[in-house]
């Protein structure tokens, strides 16, 4: 257990509306990440952070802000939800320095926020 | 052109099969290279490295093929308890956002 808690772990909600998934961890690493999962669609990175109000765009940032203002939570926010955001989002983090991967540091993945947006 | 292609399957065996899945990947300066398992509805969870020299842990062997791009991932003696999605995942290890996942392969291990 790389101790990852997302919330809420379900969301419904209309569009139009804002909605911010958290991620909280308890191992104090730099690196945290989150991506969408589609069917038809490998994970793709929304945004990842690099350390406290350090972060970056990933493949699909397009609606999407992040905010990390403490080292354990990294909070994902859709500042006006559509249909096309209707996805399964994952946080994950790794315990690399470069924030890429090796045989030694996977990424450790939560256990997923379903949202729904109608 | 996907950095990461997997056959999605499925794949329908009966128990104690051997099943094979490939993976190939587009960048040949990709450094890092997993598998991992997900469970319907789950997170995806690391199942194991591939290592250059190719590696076994109990039932599952991984390979790597450098010169025509692809990772396997060989299952034996499969169990009703491998049914799940496999995904290959690619990393050339300069930065976070150079993590590439395949869309995964579904077994499903019949009794």
């Known amino acids: 257990d790389a101790g990852i808690t997302q919330s809420p772990r379900h969301k419904v909600t209309e569009t139009g509306t804002p909605v911010t998934l958290r991620c909280h961890q308890t191992?104090?690493?730099?690196?945290m990440y989150w991506y969408r999962q589609d069917p038809g669609h490998g994970l793709r990175l929304i945004h990842y952070?690099?350390?406290?109000?350090?972060?970056d765009k990933g493949e699909v940032s397009d609606g999407y802000s992040v905010s990390r203002s403490k080292t354990e939570d990294f909070l994902l926010t859709l500042e006006s939800a559509t249909s096309s955001q209707t996805s399964v989002y994952f946080c994950?983090?790794?315990?690399?320095?470069?924030?890429?991967?090796?045989?030694?540091?996977?990424?450790?993945f939560g256990n997923g926020t379903r949202l729904t947006v109608t | 052109r996907k950095e990461v292609e997997q056959d999605p399957g499925p794949f329908n065996v009966p128990e104690g099969a051997t099943v094979a899945f490939n993976c190939t990947y587009s960048?040949?300066?990709?450094?890092?290279f997993f598998w991992y398992r997900q469970d319907c509805r789950k997170e995806p969870k690391l199942l194991m490295s591939?290592?250059?020299s190719g590696n076994e842990d109990g039932r599952f062997t991984a390979q790597l093929n450098r010169a025509s791009q692809y990772i396997s991932l060989l299952i034996r003696d499969s169990k009703l308890s491998d049914s799940a999605t496999y995904l290959c995942?690619?990393?050339?290890?300069?930065?976070?956002?150079?993590?590439?996942f395949g869309t995964g392969t579904r077994l499903t291990v019949i009794p």
């Open positions: 994950a983090i790794s315990v690399s320095g470069t924030g890429g991967l090796w045989e030694n540091s996977p990424l450790h």
């Open positions: 191992e104090n690493h730099r690196y």
């Open positions: 952070s690099y350390g406290v109000k350090d972060t």
């Open positions: 960048n040949s300066a990709s450094q890092s």
């Open positions: 591939v290592y250059s």
């Open positions: 995942v690619v990393s050339d290890q300069t930065g976070a956002n150079n993590l590439f």
